[in-house]
């Protein structure tokens, strides 16, 4: 089993929807998660880091279940330019500085 | 506004050539890294530092070499180019550890 875990995609979804995504982790003891989006051949960026209460920021909420060991990122009312990759990051463990990312969640919004 | 930059952007080398990817940042970052990344596999570490004089190996550190001498400057060197090390290369850096890595725009390098 990967340590990170992502569904591929891609995901093609209208103007306006909403979509969601999963990511889910191996390591019980990992303590830090982030949503990053990549564009084509571009450098990731961060998108929003994800906290154990859930956060939102705009039009995205990432949720944290620590339970079942996922991560999750919601967008809501998606805009063409929404359409990217999106990679989650876990660190390894506690006390640990090494990140581990999934190969990506491919977005693509349709006019 | 520079924050992380990575030199050269393209580079093309032949087999058994040695070279350095040059990585600096201007936001006095403790947390530097470098990931290769390569089709359907995702970014993957290949060193890390915390501070100047700290490095650390990440998953797929053979072949490659890093110091830190400022806290600005994270090279990474090639010892030997090997055609399975042509890949895109990443440079971040970070407050500390656990905080959000900033990444440079990257190096795309080809070994022939």
């Known amino acids: 089993r990967k340590e990170v875990e992502q569904d591929p995609g891609p995901f093609n979804v209208p103007e306006g929807a909403t979509v969601a995504f999963n990511c889910t982790y191996s390591n019980s003891a990992s303590q830090s998660f982030f949503w990053y989006r990549q564009d084509c051949r571009k450098e990731p960026k961060l998108l929003m880091s994800v906290y154990s209460s859930g956060n939102e920021d705009g039009r995205f909420t990432a949720q944290l279940n620590r339970a079942s060991q996922y991560i999750s990122l919601l967008i809501r009312d998606s805009k063409l330019s929404d359409s990217a990759t999106y990679l989650c990051?876990?660190?390894?463990?506690?006390?640990?500085?090494?990140?581990?990312f999934g190969t990506g969640t491919r977005l693509k919004v349709l006019a | 506004n520079a924050g992380v930059t990575q030199t050269p952007k393209f580079q093309v080398l032949k087999t058994g050539q040695s070279m350095t990817l040059q990585c600096a940042q201007d936001m006095n970052h403790e947390y530097m890294s470098w990931y290769r990344q390569d089709p359907g596999m995702g970014l993957r570490l290949i060193h890390y530092s915390v501070g100047a004089g700290i490095t650390d190996q990440g998953e797929v550190p053979n072949g490659y070499n890093v110091s830190r001498s400022t806290t600005e400057d994270f090279p990474l060197r090639l010892l030997s180019a090997a055609p399975s090390q042509t890949s895109v290369y990443f440079c971040?850096?970070?407050?500390?550890?656990?905080?959000?890595?900033?990444f440079g725009d990257g190096t795309r390098l080809s070994i022939l």
């Open positions: 971040a850096s970070s407050e500390m550890g656990r905080s959000p890595q900033h």
């Open positions: 990051v876990v660190n390894r463990g506690s006390g640990t500085y090494k990140y581990i």
